[in-house]
């Protein structure tokens, strides 16, 4: 099973400006989707198009146009490097849910975006990677020290709580020991997880990384980063209220 949530951006700005509101999931059939408690309550949301009563289950052979619309299509010139971006290998396209899940299914047009929700690993550890996001708001000299980074070179994390926009954000700044530059932020949707793993784990046992630079890409997909980690025993993503499912049904269908 593969699954993402969905979340809008278009709220508070003054509390971040996003919220879940949905749920997608592929179980090799049927595409799925319903709505979570966070449409209910995150100010300014609407139900997306075709998908308007909150309490059902849409299901679909096809991926939602939503979400489809998300995806490079092959035939453009540049859906090799898409991939690529994204860590994938164009040889072997990989499941349309794990694209979304890396890319963000960030559009210009709209204030919607997709995320997977953490998972441990085999050895219990906090497995993540993401997009570097803020990027494009950074000054020029973080934008170009972000195309001079290498694959492997280590970041630095750390909470930004006097974020204007976002309370709970968290800063990512370069390892240089002489100028530790800030280049952007973790992902609104993941702060609250790497803080919580800031405060509970070793420092020994936290490792922030750069997995892929894109030179020639886009600025929200320009910083591919890999973050691993201890696993906090109380560490539990996607678990508050505006993550759980709408739908009276959803024991068989859409598992939160």
């Known amino acids: 099973m593969s699954a993402l949530f969905v979340a809008y951006r278009g709220g508070d700005p003054q509390h971040g400006g996003w919220g879940p509101v949905g749920r997608l999931e592929h179980d090799g059939g049927l595409y799925r989707f319903c709505y979570t408690q966070g449409a209910a309550t995150l100010p300014g949301f609407r139900p997306f198009p075709q998908m308007g009563d ?14 489809a619309n998300r995806l490079l299509s092959p035939s453009r010139p540049e859906y090799e490097a898409f991939l690529r971006w994204g860590g994938f290998d164009p040889n072997n396209p990989p499941d349309p849910i794990a694209v979304l899940g890396v890319t963000e299914g960030i559009r210009q047009t709209d204030q919607v975006e997709v995320f997977p929700c953490p998972m441990p690993d085999a050895d219990f550890c906090y497995v993540n990677k993401f997009f570097l996001h803020g990027v494009r708001w950074m000054h020029r000299a973080a934008q170009e020290r972000i195309n001079q980074l290498q694959p492997g070179e280590g970041l630095l994390v750390m909470p930004d709580p006097c974020n204007e926009y976002d309370p709970d954000a968290v800063a ?4 240089d020991t002489t100028d530790r530059l800030m280049i952007g932020y973790v992902p609104h949707y ?9 405060a509970a784990c070793d420092p020994d046992f936290i490792q922030i990384s750069v997995e892929r630079v894109n030179r020639d890409a ?14 906090p025993e109380d560490l539990r993503p996607c678990s508050d209220l505006e993550f759980l499912p709408i739908p009276a049904d959803m024991p068989s269908k859409c598992l939160a």
Do not use: G, K, N
């Open 54 to 67: 909150l309490s059902q289950v849409y299901e679909s052979e096809e991926l939602f146009p939503l979400f």
């Open 172 to 175: 990512v700044r370069t390892s």
């Open 190 to 198: 993941f702060a609250r997880d790497i803080q919580h793993v800031l």
């Open 218 to 231: 886009p600025m929200q997909q320009r910083l591919l980063c890999r973050v691993r980690s201890c696993w």
